[in-house]
């Protein structure tokens, strides 16, 4: 079975700083791929960055990128130069491939951007 | 863009009442899905459904059922509401194959009274 773990429950950043938000993850398959959601407090879930198991390099999205060690089985999200507009619960998640797109997802961060 | 819509954003409902949500979407994506979500616990997935009248289980079904006739439209079903079902309940599309981001409608908060 799958398992992501996101153990913050809550992080506080600058901003303009950048911020890790952790994320591992459990699965024996060798094909999957991992997700990162933001959920303002208006709850529509907003997709942030994609990375699949077999990429040999880190996703970048604009200010978010993914750092992935596919050895440790982390995929922590990084973002870059806080903008208080990123004050939102994170979700990682994780799809393995044949299982029609179905998605596992941590408990999710809340992360705060302090001025 | 992707578009996925809900009937509501929030609902009152009472114990016993059955209930209905709604999820359209108008991208002609392949797969559908339910979720619900709780504080501390993430998003748990109720059901999807992989193509009109096709439906499987995901990891907490007990007390729903699902209904997709067209393909753009996926609706989740209370048949007998109760207070343990006071949640968010979010809808997703996503187109099939092996690269498949799943976009999320906006919620509905539900209240079982």
Same mark, same amino acid.
């Given at each position: 079975?799958?398992?992501?773990?996101?153990?913050?429950?809550?992080?506080?950043?600058?901003?303009?700083?950048?911020?890790?938000?952790?994320?591992?993850?459990?699965?024996?398959?060798?094909?999957?791929?991992?997700?990162?959601?933001? &959920?303002?407090?208006?709850?529509? #879930?907003? *997709?942030?960055?994609?990375?699949?198991?077999?990429?040999?390099?880190?996703? +970048?999205? @604009?200010?978010?990128?993914?750092?992935?060690?596919?050895?440790?089985?982390?995929?922590?999200?990084?973002?870059?130069?806080? &903008?208080?507009?990123?004050?939102? #619960?994170? *979700?990682?998640?994780?799809?393995?491939?044949?299982?029609?797109?179905?998605? +596992?997802? @941590?408990?999710?961060?809340?992360?705060?951007?302090?001025? | 863009?992707?578009?996925?819509?809900?009937?509501?954003?929030?609902?009152?409902?009472?114990?016993?009442?059955?209930?209905?949500?709604?999820?359209?979407?108008?991208?002609?994506?392949?797969?559908?899905?339910?979720?619900?979500?709780?504080?501390?616990?993430?998003?748990?997935?109720?059901?999807?459904?992989?193509?009109?009248?096709?439906?499987?289980?995901?990891?907490?079904?007990?007390?729903?059922?699902?209904?997709?006739?067209?393909?753009?439209?996926?609706?989740?079903?209370?048949?007998?509401?109760?207070?343990?079902?006071?949640?968010?309940?979010?809808?997703?599309?996503?187109?099939?194959?092996?690269?498949?981001?799943?976009?999320?409608?906006?919620?509905?908060?539900?209240?079982?009274?």
């Amino acid at each position: 079975a799958q398992k992501i773990t996101q153990t913050q429950p809550g992080m506080f950043v600058q901003e303009k700083e950048a911020v890790t938000l952790d994320c591992t993850y459990d699965t024996s398959d060798q094909s999957y791929g991992l997700f990162w959601y933001k &959920q303002p407090s208006s709850g529509e #879930m907003i *997709f942030l960055i994609y990375q699949g198991s077999y990429d040999e390099q880190n996703a +970048t999205e @604009g200010r978010y990128s993914l750092n992935f060690q596919k050895a440790r089985k982390s995929a922590n999200l990084v973002i870059s130069a806080s &903008q208080l507009g990123d004050s939102a #619960m994170y *979700f990682c998640a994780m799809r393995v491939t044949g299982t029609a797109s179905k998605l +596992t997802f @941590g408990t999710g961060t809340r992360l705060q951007v302090t001025l | 863009d992707v578009k996925v819509t809900q009937s509501s954003r929030y609902l009152v409902k009472r114990t016993g009442e059955k209930v209905f949500l709604e999820c359209v979407q108008d991208m002609d994506h392949e797969n559908m899905f339910w979720y619900r979500q709780d504080p501390g616990l993430g998003l748990r997935l109720i059901y999807f459904s992989y193509d009109v009248k096709m439906k499987e289980k995901g990891d907490i079904p007990e007390g729903y059922s699902v209904s997709r006739e067209k393909k753009e439209r996926f609706s989740l079903i209370l048949e007998s509401a109760s207070t343990n079902q006071t949640s968010m309940y979010l809808c997703a599309s996503s187109l099939g194959g092996s690269i498949n981001t799943q976009y999320f409608g906006p919620g509905t908060r539900l209240t079982v009274l």
